[in-house]
């Protein structure tokens, strides 16, 4: 059986669509010829696919129409679409359709290499020419061959500017012709390749993470190095990394100096280019950053009215408000309070505006530069942590509370206009922002009283406590519903009860709610308002009663349960003794609301009936 | 071999341009923030016409400014625009060319392009593209346009902007724009230093905010009186001097981030009524008497 190679030319491909290209083709391949490839490259100017062994013929398929029953009304359609009369269709199974014998692959590959061409989507697509087809950019040649027949197109082409039109001899040979043009058409390959330069160099990092994107911007990989004037180092470190991997896509390597990929090129001369570029850029950097300095902290944050939060969110200087009457319920002193007054002053700073991933940063530089004390600009500093499951929390108390009370408003502020995520849409990034809040309960152990989240976002952020605490989450739904007082309580509840699911006090606990719970829970709008101890005839009842008055589960949890299991023989002696459905409506209603009373103390450590047994 | 003056690369764009059959225009007569504004550019890329062009375009930014300071930011500076439509199959390759042709020998150096979409809200216009790097250097944005004052484009034209500042430091390995070699003798800091300093001025302290809102409407109104004459060109010059103001308006932080989407939203709204009248007529000259 033969080889077969395919490959489709482009200009050059942004790196996302070229993840999706990897991610789609198999499939789409797949379904157009009924084989999948052995090899795929994916690259910037071309993807390419092998194939070891394909059968010559196509395998005959069975075009299902209209069932017979339709064939008055639908046969003539189906038989247009495809281009046949109604009368060349034959029955199976029930249903009309059309057989199509097998053809020739050789015969079928322009068409379907134009199908698979056309069938790939991008998240942003173009026309370029009257074809009809949309691609991430114009495709620009295709080329199909079976061993060493060329059955779509003419030539490969090598490297953009080192090789023009590039015969391959044989589908088989097609990666090892591209090496010898210098281009290594296997993204794995490059990756392995930068990845092994940089090492070599050593001591490299991507704090952006620029590499994924790099792969895609080569065809020939070149890892170089470079530095730049020391004076840089002046300015804050990460001000000359964001500078460094934001505009230019290199890998800092720690003091002056920085590795970059390059395509190709004399190395000496692409290194003198690309150290004057970042000396400019680190240049203009420098500029910007002293402009801001000049003008200060407070100056900046006085700016704030005329920069937009979000839509229907107001301006940023109503943010700081907010920032600071919430700090101030979370129980933050007076640094937090300063901090939460300057937080956002950085947003009217030029080098935000620019790089926005200095925000908050650069803020704190600007705070300590303006001679704010540490604790004050730290907590600026801080105010966006964690900004990813499992990154840092702050290390500052003022930090933590800082943080806190941004992500709390920004949940309630969008919240409040209707901006809740959807799906897979969450353009604020509330999710991270819930789960930040909920790790700065439960890991930073601040406390974040339950009574500052509207309902609607208590509910969001506590849904996320459920995929954070190592505990089944039925634990988690049944401490939710307790009365802890904030969210770092919660969790405890539901961590304690789970320790606690074997012991005899949460058997105790656990019965007693489940057994008032499931006599009085439906009746409860027979209960009386309030428990009256003047109808509390038998010894049974009022021992339940006294034994309620004396439980107390508002402490922490394996005290409460230890109190509250006391009520389970209590309840069982009741239950034993006393006809709760009495003959007086009022004895009946009373106590009806004395079980409900027992339910409902208990159900302050958590709503147990969440919990299977 | 002399690295190549600002006018001589200017030259030789020229050129290589007009070799290829380009229509040299010269810069447009009202402030524009980008080559893509001149109607060379903006209002012939719509509708079913071939097009070539070259030209200069003075860019003028009131934002940008830095008084003369920052030898990366400027209020006024230089793009080199070419217009082809529609693109042919090998405008890369043309482009590539144009390089060669001002000197920049494609093997030594590491010339790549970087994706780069292009948006521009106030004309209601996108395209797909690239930067151009030359060793690190974004000396050209590319772009395809897809659509222009809201109306897809009928035959894709390819842009192609250099930055002439930029282009040149890399030719004379320059890290600031003012030591540019502008003629022999003359740098572009001898040529442009004082007037960055005084349109800085300007722009930011000294335009008058009271004048400039009055005129904002004056230029929306006369541009809709001219549309309904069927005058989209003079109405197009309202647009652009509409854009124009609100740009100075912008830099005097007399605009409120509330207002900005909505000014916006005006400029665009007027590009569009201009964009569909221009193709009508268009279409009517087209169609067979």
């Known amino acids: ?613 | 071999m002399a690295a190549p003056t600002f006018q001589d690369t200017i030259r030789a764009l020229e050129g290589y341009w007009a070799d290829y059959g380009c229509v040299l225009m010269q810069p447009y007569h009202t402030e524009l923030a980008a080559g893509t504004m001149n109607p060379a550019t903006f209002l012939r890329s719509l509708g079913p016409s071939e097009w070539k062009t070259a030209y200069v375009e003075p860019v003028i930014r009131p934002l940008d400014g830095r008084y003369g300071e920052n030898p990366y930011r400027f209020q006024h500076y230089f793009q080199y625009q070419v217009v082809i439509k529609p693109a042919p199959a090998d405008v890369l390759d043309l482009y590539f060319g144009s390089l060669e042709a001002i000197g920049i020998d494609l093997r030594r150096h590491d010339v790549r392009l970087v994706e780069d979409d292009w948006e521009q809200p106030t004309l209601g216009a996108w395209g797909l593209g690239w930067e151009v790097w030359c060793d690190g250097m974004e000396i050209t944005q590319w772009t395809y346009f897809q659509q222009l004052g809201g109306f897809d484009v009928e035959l894709v034209p390819a842009e192609i902007t250099y930055g002439l500042e930029r282009l040149c430091m890399f030719l004379q390995r320059k890290k600031s724009a003012f030591d540019l070699e502008w003629a022999p003798g003359v740098s572009w800091g001898d040529v442009y230093r004082e007037n960055e300093r005084q349109w800085s001025a300007y722009n930011f302290e000294v335009a008058p905010v009271d004048v400039l809102t009055r005129r904002f409407g004056e230029h929306e109104d006369e541009c809709r009186a001219l549309l309904e004459r069927r005058l989209p060109l003079p109405a197009y010059d309202q647009v652009l001097k509409a854009s124009h103001t609100f740009n100075l308006l912008d830099a005097r932080g007399a605009i409120s981030a509330t207002e900005r989407a909505a000014y916006i939203g005006r400029v665009r709204n007027l590009a569009r009524e201009v964009a569909q009248v221009y193709l009508e007529l268009e279409t009517d000259a087209l169609a067979p008497a």
């Open chain 1, 1 to 613: 059986m033969p080889s077969l190679l395919l490959e489709i030319g482009c200009e050059e491909l942004p790196a996302g669509a070229c993840r999706e290209v990897g991610a789609q083709l198999p499939a789409l391949v797949q379904r157009e010829l009924g084989f999948a490839p052995d090899r795929l490259f994916v690259g910037p100017r071309r993807l390419g696919l092998v194939f070891e062994e394909v059968p010559e013929q196509t395998p005959d398929e069975w075009l299902k129409g209209p069932p017979l029953a339709l064939r008055d009304k639908a046969a003539a359609g189906f038989a247009k679409k495809h281009g046949v009369g109604a009368d060349d269709l034959v029955e199976r199974e029930g249903f009309l359709g059309l057989e199509r014998k097998g053809r020739p692959l050789r015969e079928v590959l322009p068409e379907r290499l134009d199908a698979i061409v056309r069938g790939l989507s991008f998240s942003k697509s173009m026309r370029w020419d009257d074809s009809g087809i949309r691609f991430a950019r114009p495709v620009r040649w295709t080329l199909a061959k079976l061993d060493a027949e060329t059955v779509v197109g003419e030539t490969s082409f090598g490297h953009r500017f080192r090789g023009g039109p590039l015969e391959i001899p044989h589908a088989r040979e097609y990666a090892e012709r591209l090496r010898e043009a210098e281009v290594e058409p296997d993204a794995e390959e490059r990756r392995r390749a930068i990845v092994a330069g940089l090492d070599a160099i050593g001591g490299w990092s991507d704090p952006a993470g620029v590499l994924e994107e790099v792969v895609y911007l080569v065809e020939s990989v070149a890892v170089l190095e470079g530095s730049f004037d020391e004076r840089f180092l002046q300015l804050p470190e990460r001000v000359v990394t964001t500078a460094m991997q934001s505009h230019q896509r290199y890998f800092p390597l720690g003091g002056n100096r920085f590795a970059f990929v390059a395509n190709g090129g004399e190395p000496d001369v692409v290194r003198a280019g690309n150290e004057n570029v970042l000396e400019g850029r680190l240049d203009d950097a420098s500029f910007t950053f002293e402009r801001d300095v000049k003008l200060g902290i407070d100056a900046l944050a006085e700016r704030l009215g005329a920069i937009t939060y979000f839509k229907g969110a107001g301006s940023f200087a109503d943010k700081s408000e907010r920032l600071r009457r919430l700090v101030g319920e979370l129980g933050g002193g007076e640094a937090t309070l300063e901090a939460a007054r300057l937080a956002k002053a950085d947003q009217a700073s030029e080098l935000v505006r620019e790089f926005t991933d200095l925000e908050g940063y650069i803020g704190g530089e600007y705070a300590r530069l303006a001679g704010y004390p540490e604790a004050v600009s730290a907590a600026i500093e801080e105010q966006y942590l964690p900004d990813s499951s499992g990154g840092p929390l702050p290390q500052t108390e003022a930090g933590k509370v800082l943080a806190a009370a941004d992500k709390l408003d920004a949940l309630t502020t969008a919240f409040s206009v209707g901006q809740k995520p959807s799906g897979s849409r969450d353009p604020f990034g509330l999710r991270r922002a819930a789960i930040g809040l909920d790790r700065l309960a439960v890991e930073g152990g601040l406390v974040i009283p339950r009574s500052l989240l509207p309902d609607e976002v208590r509910e969001f952020v506590e849904e996320r406590l459920e995929g954070l605490l190592d505990v089944p989450v039925e634990y988690v739904r049944a401490a939710r519903a307790s009365a802890a007082p904030d969210l770092g309580a919660v969790a405890g509840v539901a961590k304690a009860l789970h320790e606690a699911r074997e012991s005899a006090e949460f058997d105790g606990t656990y019965t007693a709610y489940e057994r008032a719970h499931r006599l009085a829970g439906k009746a409860a709008e027979e209960a009386a308002a309030d428990l009256d101890p003047a109808l509390l005839k038998e010894d049974a009842e009022r021992a339940l009663a006294e034994g309620l008055a004396q439980v107390e589960v508002d402490g922490d949890v394996p005290a409460a349960l230890a109190s509250a299991a006391t009520l389970a023989p209590l309840l069982e002696r009741f239950f034993d003794e006393v006809l709760v459905l009495d003959e007086d409506p009022a004895v009946k209603a009373n106590r009806l609301r004395l079980l409900l009373d027992v339910r409902d103390t208990l159900g302050r450590l958590g709503d147990f009936s969440q919990i299977p047994r």
